[in-house]
């Protein structure tokens, strides 16, 4: 899977940014989807996820509320949307993906189990 993400820019705090990641899989191919943010000087951290049919997801604490995370199969393409933006949100937001297998624990993402990494989108929120 190789993933793309895009969306990314600076916002005022208090606004609004949807982030999106494209995934170009083999055909017949599924996967769970997951954004993950490193901020400057911090270690990569889990936002959020969602299951390979969309059916669940999951966030971090500190994004729960705010941010929403959603897929689109038909087009191969994830998305986060992010409202109430504050300057603590800023950082580099990377998707990534695991893929599907059976008999494996699902959405092990915040474990830190990733199959693979997309190259991340600048958030940069002003006060």
């Known amino acids: 899977v190789q993933l793309q993400a895009s969306g990314g820019g600076l916002v005022q705090a208090g606004g609004s940014l949807k982030l999106s990641c494209t995934a170009t899989a083999r055909a017949g191919s599924t996967y769970e989807l997951a954004w993950f943010r490193e901020a400057p000087g911090k270690g990569r951290e889990f936002v959020s996820m969602i299951s390979s049919s969309g059916g669940s997801t999951a966030y971090a604490d500190s994004v729960k509320g705010r941010f929403t995370i959603s897929r689109d199969n038909a087009k191969n393409v994830g998305y986060l949307q992010m409202s109430n933006l504050s300057p603590a949100d800023t950082a580099v937001y990377y998707c990534?993906?695991?893929?599907?297998?059976?008999?494996?624990?699902?959405?092990?993402?915040?474990?830190?189990?990733?199959?693979?990494w997309g190259k991340g989108t600048q958030v940069t929120v002003s006060s």
């Open positions: 990534a993906a695991n893929s599907v297998v059976r008999g494996t624990i699902p959405l092990r993402f915040p474990s830190g189990h990733v199959d693979y």
